[in-house]
């Protein structure tokens, strides 16, 4: 009998055991947000189809885990952006183009989640309390850090109605329909706008989001069935923890009105983000910095290659065919007034002129004289130098011992 009790009281502890086991073992979960750093509304933002929809991309949550099993995700916001919905001023028309007048017109934050590289899926929206599960109440999904889970921000003129009405091809159905918006025309919010998020994932499968959340506190409790945790969110403003901790939206993303810090009372324009000027960058390097050279080896018709020049060419917001062109300055550090190039004594003495060339053995370099280098596209130049035609005189003149010459190359855009 007490043989019996005995291993009743074994088999006991030895299941606590495996269950406390089973729960200390969930895998960690990691998550990114990159913000939009340019807002313009389009018409519809894609993915969305309908042209009823205006809106803009706010930015983007990248979530993913060690073992690949993300259990029903949560963002929660501060303030709400569900209630009340969001408002915004400007012109619409139900005669469009005729009859414009400035208007409130009604905005919603929408998330669109999918994991990378299949069709975009859920669509959420914050309906009680300024918390929503963007994957559904209870979901279990996958995303692993070469495929993660993706969460989509949206500002749009719809709500979450479309999840049941046909998704990203549904039609908005909030009162202001895209027809009624004017291209070129800021909308400017008539509170401030600059929510901020915190992500958090619960411990086990089939956790329902009303179960592990409190509000917009994870449970912990030793007693708590279900439990839940934030994620720590990687962004530009740092990694933060924790509810309402990371800002959607960085100062300066909206394209017009009064911007403010992160966004504040700004606005956003209803059309394309205008087209930035091309801008060229030019970065020069030489193959070797010093040359060690035999003078025997340059003298009478004798030119050798000693070096190579390249310019790379870095042209942002190009179309292809800008060009640009420089100009290639070369100057040595022989006393000045001299002319050409000299090899300088390492004690005061005679010095040994000597030849550069540009590109090939006979294009010589003048020494502080410019030198063309046109009509560079996009991508890496290079220009051979080479070094000859030493006058013997000099050097069978010269002292015994080293000669150096310090060579520096200039270069000016000249376009």
């Given at each position: 009998m007490?043989?019996?009790q005995?291993?009743?009281r074994?088999?006991?502890?030895l299941?606590i055991?495996?269950?406390?086991?089973?729960v200390?073992a969930?895998?960690?979960?990691?998550?990114?947000?990159?913000?939009?750093t340019?807002l313009?509304?389009?018409r519809?933002?894609?993915?969305?189809?309908?042209?009823?929809?205006?809106?803009?991309k706010?930015?983007?949550?990248?979530?993913?885990?060690?073992?690949?099993n993300?259990?029903?995700?949560?963002?929660?916001?501060?303030p709400d952006?569900?209630?009340?919905?969001?408002?915004?001023?400007g012109?619409?028309?139900?005669?469009?183009?005729n009859?414009p007048?400035?208007?409130?017109?009604?905005f919603?934050?929408?998330f669109?989640?999918y994991r990378?590289?299949?069709?975009?899926?859920?669509?959420?929206?914050s309906?009680?309390?300024?918390r929503v599960?963007?994957?559904?109440?209870i979901a279990?999904?996958q995303?692993?850090s070469?495929?993660?889970?993706l969460?989509?921000?949206?500002?749009?003129?719809?709500?979450?109605?479309?999840?049941?009405?046909?998704?990203?091809?549904?039609?908005a159905?909030s009162?202001?329909?895209?027809?009624?918006f004017f291209l070129?025309?800021?909308?400017?919010?008539k509170n401030?706008?600059?929510p901020?998020?915190?992500?958090?994932?619960?411990?086990?499968p089939?956790?329902n989001?009303?179960d592990?959340m409190n509000?917009?506190?994870?449970k912990?409790g030793q007693?708590d069935?279900?439990?839940g945790?934030?994620?720590?969110?990687?962004?530009p403003?740092?990694?933060?923890?924790?509810?309402?901790?990371t800002?959607?939206i960085?100062g300066g993303?909206?394209?017009?009105?009064?911007?403010?810090q992160g966004?504040?009372?700004?606005?956003?324009?209803?059309?394309?983000?205008?087209?930035?000027d091309?801008?060229?960058?030019?970065?020069?390097?030489?193959e070797?910095?010093?040359?060690?050279i035999?003078?025997?080896?340059?003298?009478?018709?004798?030119?050798k290659q000693?070096?190579?020049?390249?310019?790379?060419?870095?042209?942002?917001?190009?179309t292809?065919?800008?060009?640009?062109s420089?100009?290639?300055?070369?100057t040595?550090?022989?006393?000045?007034?001299w002319?050409g190039?000299?090899?300088?004594?390492?004690t005061p003495?005679p010095?040994?002129?000597?030849?550069?060339?540009w590109g090939?053995?006979?294009?010589?370099?003048?020494?502080?004289?410019p030198?063309?280098?046109?009509n560079?596209?996009a991508?890496?130049?290079?220009?051979?130098?080479?070094?000859?035609?030493i006058?013997?005189?000099f050097?069978?003149?010269?002292a015994?011992g080293?000669?150096?010459?310090?060579i520096?190359?200039?270069?000016?855009?000249s376009?």
């Amino acid at each position: 009998m007490c043989r019996l009790q005995t291993q009743a009281r074994l088999i006991l502890s030895l299941f606590i055991i495996l269950i406390a086991g089973m729960v200390s073992a969930s895998a960690a979960v990691y998550a990114e947000y990159e913000p939009e750093t340019s807002l313009y509304f389009k018409r519809p933002p894609p993915p969305f189809t309908s042209d009823t929809m205006v809106g803009t991309k706010l930015g983007q949550f990248r979530i993913w885990s060690d073992d690949g099993n993300i259990y029903t995700p949560v963002i929660t916001l501060s303030p709400d952006v569900a209630s009340p919905p969001i408002k915004m001023t400007g012109l619409f028309s139900w005669n469009h183009p005729n009859d414009p007048e400035e208007r409130d017109l009604t905005f919603h934050v929408i998330f669109l989640a999918y994991r990378e590289g299949s069709n975009p899926g859920y669509i959420s929206q914050s309906w009680s309390g300024p918390r929503v599960a963007v994957a559904g109440n209870i979901a279990n999904v996958q995303g692993t850090s070469a495929q993660p889970y993706l969460v989509d921000i949206f500002l749009i003129n719809t709500n979450a109605d479309i999840n049941s009405k046909g998704g990203i091809h549904a039609t908005a159905n909030s009162g202001n329909p895209g027809s009624g918006f004017f291209l070129n025309t800021p909308y400017a919010f008539k509170n401030p706008f600059n929510p901020c998020f915190g992500l958090a994932t619960a411990n086990q499968p089939n956790s329902n989001m009303y179960d592990y959340m409190n509000g917009t506190t994870p449970k912990t409790g030793q007693n708590d069935q279900y439990k839940g945790a934030y994620v720590p969110v990687a962004s530009p403003s740092g990694t933060n923890t924790g509810h309402a901790t990371t800002p959607i939206i960085p100062g300066g993303a909206m394209s017009g009105g009064e911007p403010g810090q992160g966004g504040g009372n700004g606005g956003i324009v209803y059309g394309d983000e205008p087209i930035s000027d091309p801008v060229i960058h030019t970065l020069f390097s030489l193959e070797s910095e010093d040359i060690p050279i035999i003078l025997s080896q340059f003298t009478g018709t004798q030119v050798k290659q000693i070096n190579t020049a390249t310019l790379e060419v870095v042209v942002d917001n190009g179309t292809g065919d800008e060009k640009i062109s420089v100009e290639v300055l070369f100057t040595d550090d022989s006393p000045a007034g001299w002319n050409g190039f000299h090899l300088l004594h390492e004690t005061p003495g005679p010095t040994i002129p000597y030849n550069l060339y540009w590109g090939d053995t006979t294009t010589r370099i003048t020494k502080d004289s410019p030198i063309q280098w046109n009509n560079l596209v996009a991508g890496e130049h290079t220009k051979t130098i080479y070094m000859g035609r030493i006058d013997e005189t000099f050097v069978n003149q010269a002292a015994e011992g080293r000669y150096k010459s310090t060579i520096t190359v200039t270069l000016t855009n000249s376009n």
